[in-house]
């Protein structure tokens, strides 16, 4: 019997530094939450921090495809919306807009949004239990 593959491992470690907020660490870099229940201007709160996460997962798949499918990028940006349900709490719907500056045509464009949604692991996660939707298109 063959060895399986070694499986990716994540670790990160949060911890509360005041009841205004808390911070989390993984590798060397960190980042301040919000998790005031007022809210605060200077930090991502846990919704914002998954949309970011998901908005990060879509640009690291074309970051990983772009070489593989030769395709031309200048850029990208994500733009991430999701509306939040009260009972029970969760994220009920997420839209997205994948921008991405190049010359590539609408079929290539077609066909790297596919990568993104199929290979996606934060993207992958979150559709099954959320009414994930988007689009990609050109700058």
Known sequence: MENAP???QFAVRAWRNDSHGSEAQCKSASITLDTDLAGRAD???PAELLLAALSACMIKGIERVVPILK???RGVQVVVNGVRQDVPP???SIRYEIIVDTDESDR???LLHDNVKKFGTVFNTVAPGTDLAGVMHRQ
């Open 6 to 8: 070694q499986k990716l």
């Open 43 to 45: 930090a991502f709160n």
């Open 71 to 73: 395709f031309e990028l």
């Open 90 to 92: 969760k994220m009920e």
């Open 108 to 110: 290539r464009i077609d």
